[in-house]
């Protein structure tokens, strides 16, 4: 009996196994996960030699990707971001995140490039960190969720007509940018002068004694936007603008005197200039 001293007594290789995955490292044992053929030879008075067959298996490491990420409609996607179960600063941690390549992905949808409004499943994508780790995903589902974009209304002009005349849905649109959803159009304050029924804007004639001079009138209208559900699948892309923006109409009753345009029909003292958005 007695024990035997390595170097002296046998020998101890390493081999990765023909076929399997595998490292040898400068010293010639086995740095990565894998597979090895270990060959002990005797020396000196010992000569028999045996060979053992040594599996490396890559530490498993489980993904969880952040909960509640998120987009806005029409931006580039995020990086996706993730944890580990591997203990924060630790040299298994350090080799990780040294090896670490790719990215997490996110499943598509119908559209094929998943652009629309939606919650998408976070999913392993090409994250990998070599052979020496083998990651899973851990099983409380994630998703990077596309949310609606604002609307912002912008004033692009105040718009004027004539008495007796009216401004259509599509007139009164020329008064407003940044819309996608289809606009709305309300007055702001209650007028005799004017009514807004079906995103029509009529006037009045001012006939009624009892109304003041409009020669020069202002009637304020409030445009809203609402929502717009690009694809049609009940998730706005989007979002409704219930704040609106408003804009000044101003209503003219033009009249001079009948020697300044004698050519005019009859029944007008003058010549009404052109007006933006008459009808």
């Known amino acids: 009996g007695g024990s035997l001293s390595r170097d002296t007594d046998y020998t101890v290789t390493y081999a990765v196994k023909p076929g399997e995955a595998g490292k040898l490292g400068a010293n010639a044992k086995p740095q990565d996960a894998g597979t090895y053929v270990v060959t002990v030879t005797g020396t000196g008075d010992y000569k028999d030699s045996f060979t053992e067959e040594l599996v490396i298996a890559p530490k498993a490491v489980v993904i969880t990707p952040t909960a509640g ?7 580039e996607d995020p990086a996706l971001t993730y944890s580990t179960d591997l203990t924060t600063g630790s040299a298994l941690e350090t080799a990780f995140q040294a090896a670490v390549t790719g990215k997490l992905a996110r499943a598509k949808s119908g559209d094929e490039d998943g652009a629309y409004a939606g919650a998408y499943e976070i999913s392993l994508g090409n994250l990998s960190a070599g052979m ?3 990651l899973s ?21 105040d718009l004027s007509v004539l008495k007796d ?15 996608k959803g289809g606009l709305t159009f309300s007055l702001v ?40 559900d690009v694809n049609g699948d009940g998730e706005a892309e989007y979002a409704a603008n219930d704040t609106g923006v408003t804009f ?20 007008l003292k003058g010549v009404a200039p052109t007006l933006k958005g008459g009808s």
């Not at 990420?69 to 931006?75: D, F, H």
């Open 137 to 157: 995903l851990d099983e409380t589902k994630a998703y990077l969720t596309i949310v609606a974009a604002a609307q912002t209304l912008t004033k692009v002009k």
């Open 248 to 267: 000044d109409v101003v209503v003219k009753n033009l009249t001079v005197d009948k020697a300044d345009a004698p050519n005019a029909p009859t029944g």
């Open 69 to 75: 990420q998120q987009k806005t409609y029409g931006e």
């Open 165 to 179: 005349k009216t401004l259509t849905a599509e007139q009164l649109s020329s008064a407003v940018s940044g819309a």
């Open 132 to 134: 020496n780790f083998a």
């Open 189 to 228: 304050e209650a007028t005799k002068y004017a009514t807004l029924t079906d995103n029509t804007l009529t006037v009045c004639d001012f006939t009624d004694p009892d109304l003041p001079d409009m020669e020069k009138g202002t009637v304020q209208v409030k445009a809203v936007a609402a929502a717009l």
